[in-house]
């Protein structure tokens, strides 16, 4: 999920690279928010920012040191009826949806434009925001632009629509797509950037309407892309954000009879939640519900010693670029067992070597935690493994004060578990933490089926130098992405999504966009007459 502005995986970047990056990348000016993200008027409506109806508001702390930087509004359900109120106005009445596809295209790439213009700030709040390096928010940016221009290509090079022949020169009959309607986006805190744009831009192609709600955990990029959108020229009431919490704001979004569709990015239970809550208006959902995503590495992956770096370094990302809280992240590591105690000894090795600190710190690899409470999640996960028979290699603990700047972030080592099993809690459960599992097999089958012994489906990767073996082992795995001798990357014209309880419906690519549009038939008879059915 890591790519440059060139498409480029950063992953791929040597250090002396990456810091020629950071510097270069550093020297843009930083320009100061349009919405001060430090008030509480956070809250977009009809063309309007406002505070919540409540008055209430939320403290957005820094990962890094624990301490608030910023005050939202606190939304509740009132707030969402009004942003739903408002863009079903601006669905049924404004221009929007019947805006020509040419304009709508232009918009979005003034929109990446601006995206461009403003990287630094938008980078380096996404880091303090979320806790990740500002190289990684950087990265975020690049790619959200890469959306917003992938789908302004994707509708300007559609055609009217497709004719279909029905036999009869008398007869034009033609399948169109139109915009599904008013469409609740409720997002994730871990990358709130990234993923909002993978529903907002193509809703936005479709010609839709949108209300967005951001986790109350990381809201603040979301409010800056909604600026960018009316600085674009977006219509009031096209565009709203509610920043508020789940049990209130995105329940609301999920059952409220005005809207036509509800696209979820986050955890299992929540994600149950929102498609029972939308169940009851036959709404049109969208989920993507994590992953317990496999890497597994064959021993003749790592028969030369540049294989062996390679495939070592790579499981190193997998599992913990951003603490591991990705969705796709490569948490299980699966090793044939004749290289299994090497690989592992130098995995741990270099996990140890990880320099934790805060994300806009030169040198730092790895960030914070996002909260107290999913460092108590992590530590609870590892406290559960160890009293299962899992063999601690490094980390399983939160790091010296020494060792780390600020010492009062919710930092935790990155943890390598071994001899691990199927039965394990770390294992079948999604940890979205700096944790990896280590597990063996044999034979290709034994491989095969301890990928596959998962109940999510997202995304998995295969190492091996058999171009045989790849292609077999990446067709029998049950995920909606799988890598070959890689880990992480993707591209937004390529679908996005999983098997299982991954989640339902795709993300990016053609099909991507399909989820916002409603497939119409229209039959035109040319040349009508009497059916003379009836003898009248």
Known sequence: MLCDPQGRDIRHHGRADREAVRRARGSEPERKAKQDVSVQSTIHIGGEWRGAASGATRAILDPADATPFAVIAEGGAEDADAAIAAARRAFDEGPWPRTPVAERAALLRRVADLLVRDRERIGLLESRDAGKTVEEGRVDVDCVADAFRYFADLVIGEGPGRVVDAGSEEIHSVVVHEPVGVCSMITPWNYPLLQASWKIAPALAAGNTFVVKPSEITPLTTVVLVELLLEAGLPPGVANIVTGPGASVGARLADHPDVDLVSFTGGLVSGTKVAQAAAAGVKKVALELGGKNPNVVFADACATEDGFDTAVDQALNAAFIHSGQVCSAGARLIVEESVRERFVAELARRAEKI??????????????????????????????????????????????????????????????????????????EETFGPILTVETFRTEDEAVALANDTEYGLAGAVWTTDAGRARRVAGRLRHGTVWINDFHPYLPQAEWGGFGKSGVGRELGPAGLAEYRETKHIYQNLAPKPVRWFAG
């Open 355 to 428: 320099r934790l600190g805060r994300g806009t710190e030169d040198g730092v690899e790895c960030g914070p935690l996002v909260s107290e409470q999913q460092r108590e999640k992590t530590e609870s996960y590892v406290a559960s493994a160890l009293a299962e028979g899992a063999v601690l290699r490094c980390g399983g603990k939160r790091p010296e004060p020494s060792d780390v700047r600020p010492a009062t972030g919710y930092f935790y080592e990155p943890t390598v578990l071994d001899q691990c099993h199927r039965e394990m809690r770390v294992v079948r």
